[in-house]
T-cell receptor, first 112, second 111 residues
Framework: NAGVTQTPKFRILKIGQSMTLQCAQD?????MYWYRQDPGMGLKLIYY???????DKGEVPNGYNVSRSTTEDFPLRLELAAPSQTSVYFC???????????FGPGTRLTVL | DAKTTQPNSMESNEEEPVHLPCNHS???????IHWYRQLPSQGPEYVIH???SNVNNRMASLAIAEDRKSSTLILHRATLRDAAVYYC????????????FGQGTRLTINP
């Protein structure tokens, strides 16, 4: 199993550009999550999904959108990138509602 | 959400035990205590979790106080690879697993 994979590993965006961060898992997990981690800080939850077709906001959803059309994929969309979105983004998944979360390697995004 | 308090940093020597404390005085009766760690330039990884009883696994042990207001993660024999930021997180038994990460404890292991 590859576990949780994320692409790209690094990206530089200009202010106002948009992009999609990809996340996929091959563990047939129902739950998937997107977090961001600013330098020296802990992770903050952006959005999560409890199954295909169902998503909900986390602590810091503004400026982001998500969709979950399949069990495996949970892309995160940034519209109109801003410098405040410079961060490392982690995707995670879990089997059920209280289970251990498995994290991907992260995407380092810089907005200039 | 109930909060946790951890020391910002700790230091230990290789092959010695490490005890990482966590205070969670406002824990509710249904909150699980989770520990994750984050190695440099990687995503967090699960270490251990428990509810009321002490727990052991191949990575570590979790000692939970009788009143559940504090817990201690024990690494029995630290290696250089254990150098990481360790997060103590409370999560409700019911509802989506929304992990709230604080700043954690940065553990340094000296050779």
């Amino acid at each position: 199993n590859a576990g949780v994979t994320q692409t790209p590993k690094f990206r530089i965006l200009k202010i106002g550009q948009s992009m999609t961060l990809q996340c996929a898992q091959d563990m047939n997990h129902n739950y998937m999550y997107w977090y961001r981690q600013d330098p020296g800080m802990g992770l903050k939850l952006i959005y999560y999904s409890v199954g295909a077709g169902i998503t909900d906001k986390g602590e810091v959803p503004n400026g982001y959108n998500v969709s979950r059309s399949t069990t495996e994929d949970f892309p995160l969309r940034l519209e109109l990138a801003a410098p405040s979105q410079t961060s490392v983004y982690f995707c995670a998944s879990s089997w059920d509602i209280t289970d251990t979360q498995y994290f991907g390697p992260g995407t380092r995004l810089t907005v200039l | 959400d109930a909060k946790t308090t951890q020391p910002n940093s700790m230091e230990s020597n290789e092959e010695e035990p490490v005890h990482l404390p966590c205070n969670h005085s406002t824990i509710s009766g249904t909150d699980y205590i989770h520990w994750y760690r984050q190695l440099p330039s990687q995503g967090p990884e699960y270490v251990i979790h428990g509810l009321t009883s002490n727990v052991n696994n191949r990575m570590a042990s979790l000692a939970i106080a009788e009143d559940r207001k504090s817990s201690t993660l024990i690494l029995h024999r630290a290696t250089l690879r254990d150098a990481a930021v360790y997060y103590c997180i409370l999560s409700p038994r019911q509802g989506a697993q929304k992990l709230v990460f604080g700043q954690g404890t940065r553990l340094t292991i000296n050779p």
